[in-house]
């Protein structure tokens, strides 16, 4: 079976709520309501041999509407074939029906969604943080987060060890990409003065013996 | 040993097994060849740290290398890799599990100042939580900048007034020792 053909069959099968399947260099992508990605999924899984979800992942189109979608990743073992799914969702309602229940390893992909960007997924077993700790006030991953971070409190085993802080950027973040500097004239050292650049040639910073 | 113990040998004595020394002197002197490691390995500077415990760079031919993965048996906690702040806490627990006196290396950039993760995740610099004695740059650093970190932590715990210090509620290592000229970095 071919993902076209799957895709076909889940559009007789499930009718209204799923998008006509979108075709870019032999990828096929569905987007579907949030409400019948569960049965979608289960239908691939069952009656189309889509028996591994290789991936699901929020995804943020901050500036677009709807603004959050999440992104599953389906592979058939059996026809060797890959078919991606995708539903869109609003930021003031980001719920989406869970897919642990047809997948196993959603469970801990939905937490990451969850974590990352505050996508909650409705039936989901165990919906809590997966890499940042529970009280947690921020969603590192949405666009408009800050990479160096915001202020928050450590979890309450951590208390003593203080708080979050803001990242120092140093003028970063240094990226590399075609036309862009080179990986050298990006450091911060190349907007040293020659004297400073002198000195630290001249005394490395070797321990001494106190 | 003859360089590190001030020695005073009483020529007239008949019998030369008797050695005077300051107390100070005596403990310093085993107290840096007996250094037990807290191995808190965090990221890829734990590889480093096993190689330099492993029989090619033989962390015990300077004292080092009872690694105690208790930490009420160990007062030299070697920070190897990155923490982030979910870790923080841990870190900082197991520190004040460990006995006084002890002391604290920062191994390679992310221990010591969060490296190349300036990030929303990272602590930026183990120093932010714990106090660091010595600091390796290196990414991860050679074995032997361990080592280097190491000796130069010894030179500090020789001049430690160790005597004086039992009398201080916390252990200050740098109290009435020689002036320590800002921290001690060690090129990894």
Known sequence: ?210 | MSSVVNTAVDLRAESRDVVVTRLDSAVDWARKNSCWPMPMGLACCAIELMATGASRFDISRFGAEVMRFSPRQSDLMVVAGTCVYKMAGVVKRLWEQMPNPKWCIAMGACASTGGMFRSYAVVQGIDRILPVDVYISGCPPRPEALLEALMALQRQIEHEKSIENLRQDQHQPRLGGAPVRGPIVVQG
């Open chain 1, 1 to 210: 079976m071919t993902p076209q053909a799957a895709a076909q069959q889940l559009v007789e099968h499930l009718g209204e709520g799923v998008g006509e399947p979108a075709e870019f260099r032999g990828e096929v992508t569905m987007v579907v309501g949030r409400d019948k990605i569960a049965a979608a999924c289960r239908f691939l899984k069952e009656h189309c041999g889509f028996d591994m979800l290789t991936d699901l992942s929020g995804i943020d189109n901050y500036g677009e509407e709807p603004r959050f979608a999440v992104a599953y990743h389906l592979y058939s073992l059996t026809h060797r074939c890959s078919l991606r799914l995708k539903v869109l969702l609003d930021e003031d309602d980001a719920l989406v029906d869970s897919v642990a229940g047809v997948w196993s390893t959603a469970d801990w992909h939905e937490r990451e969604a969850y974590d990352m960007f505050g996508i909650r997924f409705a039936g989901h077993p165990n919906l809590k943080r997966i890499l940042m700790w529970e009280g947690y006030p921020h969603h590192p991953l949405r666009k408009d987060f800050p990479l160096a971070g915001l202020p928050a409190d450590l979890p309450a085993t951590a208390e003593e060890a203080g708080r979050v802080e803001t990242a120092n950027m140093l003028g970063g973040p240094y990226f590399s990409g075609p036309g862009q500097r080179g990986t050298v004239s990006r450091e911060p050292r190349q907007y040293d003065t020659a004297a400073e650049q002198a000195d630290k040639l001249s005394s490395p910073n070797k321990a001494e013996p106190v």
